[in-house]
Nanobody
Framework: QVQLVESGGGLVQAGGSLRLSCAAS????????AGWLRQAPGKEREFVAA????????VYADSVKGRFTISRDNAKNMVYLQMNSLKLEDTAVYYC????????????????WGQGTQVTVSS
């Protein structure tokens, strides 16, 4: 198991940028694929982006493709989500998640979760 702590959320105007960070501790993080998922009020949790164990492969939801970039630094046990051109509909609690092995879009396959960080995009 790994423990995950997100940071970097906040209030930003539409069109602005934010960078979320996720600090991992516990087992060797390089063995875990990582992902970002989000949940808006009244909506189901949805996949945002995922990255493979050593960062060679990434996958994005269509809604964020071209605007968000996921990256990781295994030497620092960190995962990042750079969010540009933010839209009102990006408002949500963003969760960092990890699973041993390959990447996935399926939230139920992640078994390590952070507590979440709020991102609010205003007009």
């Amino acid at each position: 198991q790994v423990q995950l702590v997100e940071s970097g959320g906040g209030l930003v105007q539409a069109g602005g940028s934010l960078r979320l960070s996720c600090a991992a501790s516990g087992r060797t993080f390089s063995g875990y694929a990582a992902g970002w998922l989000r949940q808006a009020p009244g909506k189901e949790r949805e996949f945002v982006a995922a990255i493979s164990t050593y960062g060679s492969s990434t996958v994005y939801a269509d809604s964020v493709k071209g605007r968000f970039t996921i990256s990781r630094d295994n030497a620092k046990n960190m995962v990042y989500l750079q969010m540009n051109s933010l839209k009102l509909e990006d408002t949500a609690v963003y969760y960092c998640a990890a699973k041993y092995g390959g990447t996935t879009r399926t939230d139920t396959l992640y078994n390590n979760w952070g507590q979440g960080t709020q991102v609010t995009v205003s007009s």
